[in-house]
């Protein structure tokens, strides 16, 4: 049959050979406009491999679907043979779409093939190219011919990637305390800057201060867990760290929540003791801080050990290798499925859920954000300024540096715009995560159009990244800012955009996006995606098709914390469900249209609540601000069976009929469906919104209801 690798090398080769029935078994199809490098080439020529050259350009689809099934006659299997595109790391293929899609909707079936290529150590554990100590061919279940086969085909490899990602050695095996220790014994002179009184610890002071604390914790703990309330910084990294190598799990709070949540958070994950600060305690004054006797104060702490012990640890450090330390030290030896910290849900979640995050799904998310990341350790600096309540906080801020031997900058506040560009600045960061209103802050302080130079990296994280954002960092800064998705149940995110591979002008070699308008990016290595009905868990034979996005990996969760798998209906097997619709597109980008509640259906149409939103502020002339909500759509039960839309506005002090016939026109003189039109229009006084930013979407629901006199079950 027709056989669809996704990258291949001499070594791959030699085993697809094999595997196939022997080199005689097998024709190669190259395409001109990617032909396969010079030592591939080369041993075509020796080995006299059968096989042909098209050209999807000047011979058109059904010459070459004539050829390969002139091959597959002669009882060969006929193998794709991708060359090397121009591409960011960690890429799922070098196969581009075109290519990928070639046969869609012919009478071929296709076998997709995966190769992995990893080594032995972090920096560089998923590759995409030679050198690497590893390689893992895996063959995918077969796809049958029919529409959308080249979807169906990076669906397999991503199933395939997650599976050898769970079992590279590394992962499967995981010991993140001793990673740790050997990571910073390896690299004792890494920084941590303080970006508030520009202090610097090196790493060898932080690996001794975290070994002092977990003296602290197991004398003050009687859970194996302990609660975290402290901003990016010094003291975060240490309490983090000790409680990995205390094998307690820590749990960070945020710190900006209700007292109503927190108190649920504390239940929920049996917390009866949290690491603070003072000087954070007195600053912090609105948050619902628990008794004194429930608090341990770490800098006091540390600061009662005195600096004595400091040096001792150091030496101890420098005498000793990483074993004989750990034992020295008592340091925890969990195993990779133990439970090492607790994060929790927010956004449109009534109550927070706590997520249990493994050794092992720690790892391998640090592993997956670092493989798509061109940075070098020991020159490239990252600002570390979200929280480590935040999955990109607690991974992209805290873990990679330290495993990666990258310095970091902290700083406690990501919407303090002026101070962050001074930083930037200051310390050339090369990585920023930052939610959309920390980089709006940012924008809005920033003065020179070079003030953001060395910044390579500018993710988005935790809410969605606003176009005319994106649009005002390009033209003011030449800024590109990359947008992320993500949930706490997956770390540190599914997808995210990248940087464009540089070009080489001495090259006609096709580029692989990174991204696209209205899109997120490519998942990262090690997640799978997975589009279905929305009422159903079964992959959808079209994913290109909108449907609900299902994800799976090693570092994506499998049950919330007290509950099992069956008592949740986000999770079905390995999979989450993260209630949004979105696609895949035929180049493997991710992109989301919303959350499935802001969608209605209409006989086999589906109205987006977020896109008509937009169009709604433009039917009124409306821009909408920044902090207040203008309008809202909800979707409500209809009397007549069905659902039916209704607006909510502040723009209306009371409605009249020509208001309804306003809406009807605009949306039909936007060459829209009349279905289109809210059936209902609810003048209120404001919009209700989450503490994140986030529309209120089932407070907005239930007052629609009882304005409506609508009753629910």
């Known amino acids: 049959m027709l056989v669809i690798p996704n990258r291949v090398d001499i070594a791959t080769m030699v085993e697809l050979e094999k595997a196939l029935g022997g080199p005689g078994r097998v024709a190669w199809m190259v ?8 030592a591939v080439m080369n041993r075509l020529r020796e080995t006299k491999s059968p096989g042909f050259v098209c050209a999807v350009n000047q011979q058109g689809r059904d010459a070459i679907i004539a050829r390969t099934r002139q091959q597959l006659e002669l009882g060969r299997h006929v193998v794709m043979l991708p060359g090397r595109p121009l591409q960011a790391p960690g890429t799922l293929t070098d196969v581009p779409a075109n290519l990928l899609s070639l046969f869609d909707g ?3 079936h296709a076998l997709p093939v995966y190769a992995g290529m990893y080594n032995n150590y972090f920096d560089a554990a998923i590759t995409t190219r030679e050198p690497y100590d590893l390689l893992h061919i895996t063959f995918c279940p077969p796809q049958r011919a029919g529409n959308q086969l080249g979807a169906r085909v990076q669906a397999a490899w991503m199933n395939a990637q997650a599976s050898q990602l769970e079992h590279l050695p590394m992962v499967e095996h995981a010991n993140l305390p001793q990673m740790l220790v050997e990571a910073l014994l390896r690299n004792p002179k890494g920084r941590l800057l303080d970006g508030i009184d520009d202090s610097t610890l090196v790493y060898r002071d932080i690996l001794s201060a975290a070994v002092m604390t977990t003296s602290v914790l197991e004398k003050h703990s009687a859970t194996t867990r302990m609660g975290i309330i402290l901003p990016p910084g010094k003291l975060s990294t240490i309490a983090n760290l000790a409680c990995l190598l205390a094998g307690i799990s820590a749990v ?3 710190y900006t929540t209700t007292p109503e949540q927190f108190e649920h958070m504390v239940q929920q994950a049996g917390l009866t003791r949290f690491i603070t600060d003072t000087r954070f305690t007195n600053k912090q004054r609105q948050f619902a801080w628990p008794p004194s006797r ?5 800098d006091t702490e540390l600061a009662e050990q005195g600096p004595w012990k400091l040096k001792a640890w150091n030496t101890i450090g420098k005498l000793r290798t990483p074993q004989q330390l750990m034992q020295h030290a008592k340091v925890a030896t969990p195993g990779p499925c133990d439970e090492a910290a607790v994060v929790f849900t927010g956004g449109t979640d009534d109550k927070p859920l706590g997520v249990p995050l493994t050794h092992r799904m720690l790892l391998a998310a640090t592993l997956s954000l670092r493989s798509r990341l061109q940075l070098s350790p020991g020159h490239d600096i990252l600002l570390s300024v979200l929280p480590a309540y935040m999955p990109a906080g607690l991974i992209g801020g805290l873990l990679l540096p330290l495993l990666g031997g990258f310095d970091m900058v902290t700083y406690p506040t990501p919407t303090a715009g002026k101070r962050l560009c001074t930083l930037v600045k200051q310390h050339s960061a090369a990585l920023l995560i930052n939610t959309p209103a920390g980089l709006r802050a940012m924008l809005k302080a920033a003065k020179e159009p070079t003030d953001f130079a060395q910044l390579q990296y500018c993710l988005s994280s935790g809410a969605k990244l606003p176009a005319s954002l994106t649009e005002a960092a390009t033209q003011r800064f030449g800024l590109q800012l990359l947008e ?4 706490a149940e997956v770390l540190p995110f599914a997808a995210a955009a990248m940087p464009a591979p540089d070009t080489d002008p001495d090259t006609t070699r096709p580029t692989l996006p990174t991204t696209r308008k209205g899109g997120i990016g490519a998942p990262l290595p090690g997640v799978a995606v997975r589009i279905t009905g929305l009422y159903t868990p079964e992959a959808s034979s079209t994913p290109s098709n909108p449907g609900l996005v299902w994800l799976r990996g090693p570092a994506v969760s499998t049950h919330y914390l007290n509950t099992s798998n069956a008592d949740s209906p986000r999770m079905h097997g390995n999979w989450f469900c993260t209630g949004d619709v979105g696609y895949m597109t035929p180049d493997g980008l991710l992109t989301i249209l919303g ?6 259906q209409m006989g086999e149409e589906m109205i987006p609540h977020v896109q008509l939103e937009e169009i709604l502020y433009q039917i009124y002339n409306v821009t909408p601000e920044e902090n207040e909500r203008k309008l809202a759509v909800v979707s409500v039960p209809s ?7 209704v607006m909510l506005s502040t723009l209306h002090k009371e409605v009249t009929p020509p208001d309804y016939l306003t809406l009807r026109y605009g949306v039909t003189n936007l060459h829209l469906p009349s279905s289109w039109a809210p059936r209902h229009i609810i003048a209120v006084k404001y919009i209700p919104t989450l503490p994140n930013g986030k529309l209120d979407y089932q407070t907005c629901f239930l007052g ?5 006199k609508i009753k629910l079950d």
């Open 31 to 38: 395409e001109n406009t990617l032909m396969p490098g010079e």
């Open 252 to 254: 960070n709070i945020n």
């Open 484 to 487: 992320s998705y993500g949930t």
């Open 639 to 645: 009397r007549t069976g069905g659902e039916e839309l």
């Open 595 to 600: 959350r499935k509640v802001r969608f209605t």
């Open 294 to 298: 429930d608090l341990i104060y770490l």
């Open 106 to 108: 012919t009478p071929l």
């Open 704 to 708: 629609a209801c009882r304005m409506l």
